[in-house]
């Protein structure tokens, strides 16, 4: 069923959190080690069945996470100062887990799209999306900015359980065309910095 987004302390257990600047389209992992650009050629897999959506507060040195039961389940928002936001997982290309959430106009439109085309997709049951983000074109929101993020379903490989299965590329079709190539070499990665041992 579709759904929507409106305008409106990290929650999952990742160590690792993606960020993005989008009038840059800037995107990168921040790890305990520094921040690390990520390869959008290579892409992103996002969980997007699982999105969690609920009220989320950023402020400087604060973070608080209150999830909803479902999308179409609210609960009571905690105060103004509280956003509409969401909480996805997803794994680079290396097979690091890493969490993905924010409470902007921009990308929580993002996810919404993201979901929507994804469940239209037959994999969408049993599977997860690489994700390439292609583009981010700012567009007018009221009186202010807000940006429209373009991006590729290149394919679908299975959920890696608990960061201990080791799934394989599926042999879906490209849903949209890809800018560039991917590279067909893995990368170099150390083994044990990974949660789980699978790439794409």
Same mark, same amino acid.
């Given at each position: 069923? !579709? ?19 989008? +009038?840059?389209?800037?995107? *990168?992992?921040?790890?305990? #080690? ?17 999105? @969690? ?8 040195g604060v973070r608080d996470w209150q999830p909803w039961p479902s999308p179409s389940?609210?609960?009571?928002? $905690? ?11 997803? *794994? ?5 887990? /890493?969490?993905? &959430? ?6 929580? @439109?993002? =996810?919404?799209?993201?979901?929507? @085309?994804?469940?239209?997709? !037959? ?8 994700? @390439?983000?292609?583009? &981010?074109? !700012? ?13 590729? =379903?290149?394919? *679908? =490989? ?5 960061? #201990?299965?080791? $799934?394989?590329? /599926?042999? #879906? $079709?490209?849903?949209? $065309?890809?800018?560039? +190539? ?19």
């Amino acid at each position: 069923m !579709p759904i929507s987004f409106g305008s409106g302390s990290e929650g999952s257990g990742s160590s690792l959190f993606i960020r993005s600047n989008l +009038p840059q389209n800037r995107w *990168w992992v921040k790890t305990e #080690a520094g921040d690390e650009t990520i390869d959008m050629l290579r892409g992103i897999a996002v969980d997007i069945k699982n999105v @969690q959506f609920g009220w989320l507060h950023i402020d400087v040195g604060v973070r608080d996470w209150q999830p909803w039961p479902s999308p179409s389940e609210k609960i009571e928002r $905690p105060s103004e100062v509280y956003k509409q936001g969401f909480e996805v997982m997803c *794994w680079l290309s290396d097979g690091r887990e /890493a969490s993905f &959430s924010g409470n902007s106009y921009g990308l929580g @439109q993002f =996810i919404a799209k993201l979901y929507n @085309q994804s469940e239209q997709a !037959p994999e969408f049951a049993t599977q997860i999306p690489i994700v @390439q983000v292609t583009s &981010s074109t !700012p567009i007018v929101i009221g009186k202010g900015t807000s940006y429209d993020v373009g991006f590729n =379903i290149s394919k *679908w =490989i299975n959920r890696p359980e608990n960061g #201990a299965e080791h $799934p394989e590329a /599926a042999e #879906a $079709p490209v849903i949209a $065309p890809v800018t560039a +190539p991917a590279e067909t070499s893995a990368p170099t990665a150390d083994v044990a910095s990974k949660k789980n041992d699978f790439g794409f």
